[in-house]
Every structure is written in C-alpha cells, then in structure tokens.
C-alpha cells in the first residue's frame, strides 16, 4: 500500500497516538527527558508532490511533563516559557525536501515564548492505514535540535564544580499520527 498523501487532502492530529518528547543535559552528568500533553495540528498534502505539503503544530506550554511537580511549575513560569503570557508553541512548515524514499527535512518556523526562528526536522514517514472504524490513517516521526537560549529560555545556574544545571541544546522527539478529515 502506497504511503503517498492524496492531492489537496487535510489530515488532523491524533492527540491520542501522537506525542512530543524532549531531552535535555541536567547538572551536565545526566539528562532529563519530558514530554508535552497535548498537541494538535494539521497536515495538508497532495500524492503528487509531497514537498508541497503544509504542516503546522501547537503545544501548550503548560502541558509540559517531566514527572517532578516542582520542576514543571518552574518551567511554565516566567523562567523559561511563562506560560502564562505565551501559551503557546507552534510550528509551521516552509520547505519539504525528500532526502531519500520515506525520509524528509522539514523547514520551518518554531514559536516559543514569542520568539520565531527557523528549525529543520528530519522526518520519517511511518506508514499509511485504514483503522477498524474505516478511517484513513498516516504515521510520521520527527527530529531535531534547539539551542533554548536562542528562543529566550535563559534561566540557568552555576554549579560548584563550574558546570550549568541546564544544557543549552533540546532534543525534540515527535511522534505524529494524523486522520484524514471528513470531506
């Protein structure tokens, strides 16, 4: 079956079987790993010309996991994404370029904490299926790499032994299902 989108389809995200994960340095001998709750976005593609596709995402920033309280309450505070005023994150695509058969780098423009800049995805493409319930379905996985200071998530602090708490650089992990909308 092929896994090619069909000509002016719109796909929906799945905010069940679809996730956000990240990795980040932690007292620069560990890493902490965490994960936003809810996620939606859309997906627009044709059969033809999958590098004419359109995605866009938003995460918000107040769904952010990392499984210590404390830690999520910081996170959402003014040090680092103040959820409170900036609520949310958002990607939309620009440029989609195969690299090789189900492999794509997706360009785009990440917003977090109302500063925009350009990030590149490496991008898998899982698959494509109809579920039990006759609805077509498309799987997609993502990767890539932030500086979180470039986007102003500055807060830090010096640690005895000279080192930061936090690493500067964020693995963004994204797992994508998508559902074709009703026409």
């Given at each position: 079956m092929?896994?090619?989108?069909?000509?002016?389809t719109?796909?929906?995200?799945?905010?069940i079987?679809?996730?956000?994960?990240?990795?980040?340095?932690?007292l620069?001998?560990?890493t902490?790993r965490?994960?936003?709750a809810e996620?939606?976005?859309?997906?627009?593609g044709?059969d033809?010309d999958?590098?004419?596709?359109?995605?866009?995402?938003?995460?918000?920033?107040?769904?952010?996991?990392?499984r210590?309280?404390?830690?999520?309450?910081?996170?959402?505070?003014?040090d680092?994404?103040?959820?409170?005023?900036h609520?949310?994150?958002?990607f939309?695509s620009?440029?989609?370029?195969?690299?090789?058969?189900?492999?794509?780098?997706?360009?785009?423009?990440?917003?977090?904490?109302?500063?925009t800049k350009?990030?590149?995805?490496?991008?898998?493409r899982g698959?494509?299926?109809r579920?039990?319930?006759g609805?077509?379905?498309?799987?997609?996985?993502?990767?890539?790499?932030?500086?979180?200071?470039?986007?102003?998530?500055?807060?830090?602090?010096?640690?005895?032994t000279?080192?930061?708490?936090?690493?500067?650089?964020?693995?963004?992990?994204?797992?994508?299902?998508?559902v074709?909308?009703?026409?």
């Amino acid at each position: 079956m092929s896994t090619v989108l069909t000509p002016a389809t719109s796909w929906q995200v799945d905010p069940i079987h679809s996730h956000v994960e990240f990795s980040v340095r932690h007292l620069m001998i560990a890493t902490v790993r965490g994960r936003f709750a809810e996620l939606t976005g859309t997906l627009t593609g044709g059969d033809d010309d999958p590098e004419h596709a359109a995605i866009e995402l938003t995460i918000p920033a107040a769904s952010i996991d990392t499984r210590e309280p404390q830690r999520d309450a910081h996170l959402r505070s003014a040090d680092f994404f103040d959820a409170a005023n900036h609520p949310q994150l958002r990607f939309r695509s620009t440029q989609i370029r195969r690299v090789r058969d189900d492999v794509f780098a997706v360009d785009g423009d990440l917003t977090i904490r109302g500063v925009t800049k350009p990030v590149e995805l490496t991008v898998h493409r899982g698959g494509r299926a109809r579920d039990p319930w006759g609805y077509e379905r498309v799987a997609f996985n993502a990767m890539t790499t932030i500086s979180r200071t470039e986007f102003g998530l500055n807060w830090n602090q010096v640690l005895e032994t000279g080192g930061l708490m936090v690493g500067d650089e964020v693995t963004a992990m994204i797992d994508l299902q998508l559902v074709r909308a009703s026409s």
